[in-house]
Structures are given as structure tokens and as C-alpha cells.
């Protein structure tokens, strides 16, 4: 397996200095063609492949088979675990190509995903046995001419957004980390971002969507045009139809602060108490940091990802994770730049090809017991990855400010300023499947206990969709909303052509 080890949610310990002391291009080697692993075709799935072939017209869209050289790259996914070997897959150019795709699936009933850039962590979200759509033709960025708001592709990730906002002024509230994608962190409730504490997470930024309906029609969802659809869409992932454009509001962006530090095991108790300082006494809305503990290489270890909306920070902004006679820094690469160039120095991307698993808590604040307590949890799963094959243990602790001012109705309730904690865990073996997704709802589980002996009321702190684990139950994802949810997916999708493919259930 892969042996760069950097996450985020995400970031494992000393990964980013010790990455290319490791050969991560090996894995590729080791896997079998793709044509070997495939044991047979579904006769009726290939006959889907034929009729999208001849339906889809624009040029540009075309399907692909198993032994075509772009094949894997169509289907892999940052998880190897989410990653399934499909028996097409589709690469409609257009949005009338979507349509014709979505047409023949429909009318055949068959198994179907679509794939934007491959982020996400639980199988069947966004890979299938069946006919993979992937969305690699749709990776525009188009700034409007007064630069309110701009055009993205579900087929991009983040860096690619930045990069086509870099020095104009402006850019948006997208993701923090390098390779994660565009599509299914806006429609899986979020996503979490570097600015979330001044503008909220990037569904509340969403001006517009385009997309295409189950039953093939092409459409628009805004708060003025469809408002039902578009409250759904913002959190109800894959369920009512295949977006292929998001308009999101822009933000100002000059030059910023931050990069990555990393800490060894010694560390790590000095790195729960600046945690602790900065979530209970920051009051800064450009301030950020996002502190990953991990273990990794056989020791616990942290990293810090750190930034602030500005070329310098005030002084005393990150003073726990700066000071020289309370903590020692093994590496550091906090400096001004570019977003672009802060993203790019966390590359969550090179992490793939493990199989892996995240899941969430979202609690009211971080205590000291509570951190504590996921400092054991990492050292006792930890211990366990010798014997099942782990690889890597991470918990991703994200202390925002309050930002429910800047929530908007959607179907992931997120007026609560709930904060999550990310637990990300990840080995190589098949067989281990079991044990550790058992694990992280075990870890996740007993943390949630916690908190709530701490007297943290977790009642309406709804889980994150996009970190929650395959099978969680809808109702700990959207509560009150979980009725409405199931009411409009009726509605847009009476034929259930979306329930050929895998979400959470509602």
C-alpha cells in the first residue's frame, strides 16, 4: 500500500515530513489489471453501456471499458475501499448527454454512481458495479464579469477552483486540503472550510445549481426557482438528480497565513492544551486552525494546519501553537501566501489507495477531558493496527467560532454550531474491513458518551453527512428534516431511478 501518509480531515502526524521517505507509487504495482479483477460482466449492465454509447451525441462524451488505459483513473477513488471496478463507465460532456445517460438507466433499472472527483469515504456514494457517470468533463470556473459570484464544476477539486480565482481578487469557501472534490462536499451538507467562522460552510454560499432531474429533465435550483429542490439539494447528496454546475457566491481574497506544523509524540500533550486555549479564547473570525492527531509509523504524533484570512496575523493569534518555551515544532511551514498555495501544502490526495473509514461526532465544545479522551483512543487503536493491518489512526479536531448566523435553510440542519470532530482511519487488508469500521463507531461512540456525561447536550447537533460512516441512521443526519427529505425525493424522483445508487436512506 501507499506509505504517504497525509489526511485531512484528515492529516496524519510527521506524514507530511516523512512522506517521500516512502515509496507510494509502489501500490500500483501490486494491483491486478483491472480486466483480471472483474469475474464477470452483468449482460444487462453492458447493454446499458451499448444504449449510453449511442445515445450520448456531444462531442467530447464517450464510455469506457476496463481495458481502455483511462479506465482506472475513471473509477479510483482517494479510498481503495470505495473504489469499485464498474462495468462501463459514462463520460457525457453535456448536459443533454447527462440526461440520455440518466434515461437509459432509468428505463433499464440499473446500477449506477456518479463520481466527481472520488472523496468520498463510504462505499456505493459514489462508485458501482454497475455504470459509473463520472463528471471529469464538467471542471469549469467562470467568474462572473462583476465578480459577485462564480461557475463550478462538480468534476473539479478545490485546488483547481483556487487556481482559477488566483489573482482576481477573489475566491470562495471551498476546501481546505489539496485533492478533495467539489461535488459531493457541497451536496453532503457542507463542507467545512478556512472561512467557515466568517461566511458559514459552502452550501451557505451557494447562489444556484444546474442539474438534471432523475427522469432526464434539465433544471435549475435556486432560492427563487424550485426553492424545495434547492433546500435539498444542500445536504441530500445524490438523491435528486446529477448537478452539473454550482454558482457560488465569491469571497475577497488577498494573501494569507498558514501552512502546516507537525509534532512528535513528545508533543502531543502540549498540542491538547494549545487546542484547548485556542477553542476556548479565540475570538478571531479570520483565525483558524485545524490540530489532527494520529498515529502513524507505530508513535502518536500531531499536526496543526493553520491559517488566517491576511498576510500576518496579529501577535498573540496562534500563541500556543507558536511559543517556543511551551512547545517544540519538528517541522514548519506557517508563512504568508497564497490560498492556493496553503491548500497545496496539506495534500490530503497522496493519502490514497488505503482502505479506510471516517466517521463523526458533533459536540457543543472541546473540554480537556474530551481531548484527553481522544488522545487514549488514538493510543489504544493504535496498538491495534500491527495486529489488523492499520495503517493510520487520525482524529481531526475542528474548533470553530459560532456560525450560525450565517446558516441557511437546508437539509442538513447547521444552525446549532455544532462542531465535529473527524476520526479517519485507515489499513490495507480486505479481511480487516470488519474490525476497524466496527472501531471508529466504537471510538466515535464512546467520545459522543463523553460528552454527553459532561453535560453537552447533543440533541440537535446533527452528524456531518460527509464524514459520517456508511449506515449511519438518517435520523442522527437531518432530524426534523429527515420527513420532508423523504417527501420531496417522492416527488422529484417518483420511479425511484435514484435509488439505483447508495446514500443514506430517507
Wanted: proline residues 5%; aromatic residues 12%; glycine residues 10%.
Amino acid at each position: 500500500m501507499r506509505k504517504v501518509l497525509v489526511t485531512l480531515p484528515f492529516l496524519s502526524g510527521l506524514a507530511v515530513a516523512l512522506a517521500f521517505l516512502f515509496n507510494w507509487s509502489a501500490a500500483l504495482d501490486k494491483r491486478l489489471p483491472v480486466y483480471v479483477q472483474r469475474r464477470f460482466v452483468n449482460a444487462t449492465e453492458l447493454d446499458a453501456c451499448k444504449a449510453i454509447a449511442a445515445a450520448m451525441t456531444t462531442q467530447g462524451s464517450k464510455v469506457v471499458y476496463p481495458l481502455d488505459l483511462t479506465y482506472s483513473s475513471l473509477i479510483e477513488h482517494y479510498m481503495a475501499s470505495s473504489t469499485q471496478y464498474s462495468t462501463c463507465v459514462a463520460t457525457p460532456a453535456s448536459p443533454s448527454d447527462i440526461s440520455a445517460a440518466i434515461k437509459v438507466i432509468g428505463s433499464k433499472r440499473i446500477r449506477f454512481a456518479v463520481k466527481g472527483a472520488g472523496h468520498a469515504s463510504n462505499q456505493g456514494f459514489s462508485s458501482t458495479p454497475g455504470v459509473q457517470i463520472s463528471m471529469t468533463n464538467f471542471q469549469q470556473v467562470v467568474l462572473s464579469g462583476d465578480k459577485k459570484t462564480v461557475d463550478v464544476g462538480p468534476g473539479n477539486i478545490w485546488d483547481n477552483v483556487y487556481q482559477g480565482l488566483q489573482g482576481t481578487g477573489v475566491a470562495v469557501v471551498g476546501g481546505r486540503v489539496s485533492g478533495v472534490g467539489v461535488g459531493g462536499f457541497i451536496t453532503g451538507g457542507g463542507g467545512y472550510s478556512f472561512k467557515t467562522n466568517q461566511y458559514g460552510v459552502t452550501a451557505d454560499t451557494l447562489v444556484s445549481a444546474d442539474l438534471v432531474l432523475p427522469d432526464g429533465t434539465l433544471t435549475t435550483a435556486s432560492a427563487s426557482q424550485n426553492p424545495d429542490l434547492f433546500w435539498a439539494i444542500k445536504g441530500g447528496g445524490n438523491k435528486f438528480g446529477i448537478i452539473h454546475n454550482f454558482k457560488l457566491k465569491t469571497v475577497p481574497q488577498g494573501q494569507v497565513y498558514g501552512g502546516l506544523r507537525t509534532y512528535t509524540a513528545d508533543q502531543v500533550d502540549a498540542i491538547v492544551n494549545a487546542t484547548l486555549d485556542f477553542s476556548e479564547n479565540s475570538k478571531d473570525p479570520k483565525a483558524s486552525v485545524l490540530p489532527t492527531f494520529n498515529f502513524l509509523l507505530g508513535q502518536p504524533g500531531a499536526i496543526v494546519l493553520g491559517f488566517y484570512d491576511g498576510p500576518e496575523p496579529p501577535a498573540d493569534t496562534f500563541r500556543e501553537f507558536t511559543s517556543t518555551t511551551e512547545i517544540r515544532t519538528f517541522t514548519n511551514d506557517w508563512k504568508t501566501r497564497t490560498i492556493l498555495d496553503l491548500v497545496k501544502s496539506a495534500p490530503s490526495d497522496l493519502n490514497g489507495g488505503q482502505r479506510g473509514a471516517f466517521h463523526t461526532v458533533s459536540l457543543e465544545k472541546y473540554s480537556r477531558p474530551l481531548l484527553e479522551l481522544i488522545v487514549s483512543e488514538l493510543k489504544y487503536y493504535g496498538s491495534q493496527a500491527l495486529l489488523h493491518s492499520g495503517e493510520l489512526i487520525s482524529y481531526d479536531v475542528e474548533p470553530f467560532l459560532p456560525y450560525s448566523q450565517y446558516a441557511t435553510d437546508a437539509a442538513w440542519p447547521h444552525s446549532t454550531n455544532a462542531l465535529p470532530l473527524n476520526l479517519y482511519f485507515a489499513w490495507s487488508n480486505p479481511a480487516e474491513d470488519a474490525f476497524w469500521t466496527e472501531a471508529i463507531k466504537a471510538s466515535a461512540a464512546k467520545i459522543t458518551a463523553q460528552a454527553k456525561s459532561e453535560g453537552q447536550n447533543l440533541d440537535n447537533l446533527y452528524l456531518y453527512p460527509n464524514y459520517a460512516v456508511g449506515g449511519t441512521p438518517s435520523s442522527q443526519l437531518y432530524g426534523p428534516n429527515l420527513g420532508r427529505l423523504s417527501s420531496l425525493r417522492k416527488q422529484y424522483d417518483p420511479n425511484n431511478v435514484m435509488g439505483l445508487t447508495t446514500y443514506f436512506a430517507f
